[in-house]
């Protein structure tokens, strides 16, 4: 029988795990603190192992329609701009692994999820809901929205992101670590930049101690980029926090002049820096009737643009959990560890690519890019997982006899 869910967090995550669960024939609702559900205007990279997802909930053409299908990776020596690796996409990705590598605009993707929680359930997302708590029953869980209305489910999880009420109430105020770097991030009207400025790639320029990934979203309207780099006495978290467009020009002086013309065509009004940090792994996810989903349990700094696609996948393993597991307790025991270990394992890649990305020499990155197997070695595992599949009970070890 379906059960009552809440979902604390209208972002990727929340919705992609509303639809999901709607899909299956549970009643949910979604509580968001913000007045409207916007996603800020930037890019997110969709991989097989989320896009096979998002098909599952009817998203192909909503996702054709307004994505970009890259057709490479292209590392390139921030300087003098020489391709000194490349990662096929486009139909090879779909070859490989099963589904498209999609280049979305967040706006786009957050507003297909939400025509989709919409269609299936119309109302259930409820904005100007900031849940503070909740309280845990026997038979129930009940959670405080800010103003002291309350709401009772058989479930609820925290899609609440990396600055979580929920995990705060589950494992206490943790610190998190700031790693010293940095992530600028800014968009471009196409019509601002040289005809045939760059094809539908992604390029990753890499240069002493920073890099800057670019790629086309929204059909090719916008180029989208993020640079990374190292800014010790930054700290602040979140989306929309300004910074000086001319301290983002002093950060990539002396990448090549494609960069320059890029920076050069930006709105200087619309410059922004969030501060990557890094959190503990959380011991466990859940408790009888209250767990966690996306960034409020596995944060990562974004080199291997697997946050979102995480959350998507968390959603789409919650949904098969619950409907295997004998009880909500199994159902949860099932979800966490079907999911810890491999969130567990992307962070923790994730924060080390820094190191593959930053090198001082040219030598040094093109000894770091020679063997080609560690990247193709990581795409199995990363790109064929399918959360729709994948067993979620560990198989019985056989034994002679
Ligand atoms: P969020 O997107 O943070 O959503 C949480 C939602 O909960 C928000 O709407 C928030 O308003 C709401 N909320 C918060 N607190 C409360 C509360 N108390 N009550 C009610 N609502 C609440 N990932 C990729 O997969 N691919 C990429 O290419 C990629 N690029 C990135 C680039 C950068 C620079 C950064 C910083 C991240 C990138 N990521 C990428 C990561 C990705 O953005 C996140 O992992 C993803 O957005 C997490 O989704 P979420 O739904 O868990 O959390």
Redesign the pocket.
Known sequence: MGKKILI???????LAAAAGLLQAGHDVEV????PELTEVG?????SAN?TRVLYNLGLKKALDDVSVLPQRTEFRLHDTGEVISEIPLGPDHEAKFGAPYYHVYRPDILRMLRERVEALKPGCIRLN????GYEEQADRVVMTLKGGETVAGDLLIG???????IREQMHGAQEAEFTGQV?W?GMIPAEKLPDDFMPPVFINWMGPRRHMVVYWVNKGNYLNF?GCTEKPDWTEVG?TIKAPWEDLKADYEGFHPDVQTMLDAMDRDSCYC?A?NIRPRLPFWSTERVTL????CH??I?YM???????IEDGAVLVRALDEGRDLAEALTLYEQARIDRTARIVNESTAHAQLYHHDTHKAFRDAFADKQPAADRAKWLYNYDPLTVPLRPKPVQTDG
């Open positions: 604390a967090g209208g972002g990727i995550g929340g509580f968001e603190q913000a930037a890019g997110i990279q969709v989320a809901a900031t849940v503070e899609a609440d992101g990396i600055k979580s009420a992530a991030r993020v989306w969030w990557l989903l996306g960034d409020s944060p990562t974004p643009a697997q946050g979102a696609v995480m959350a």
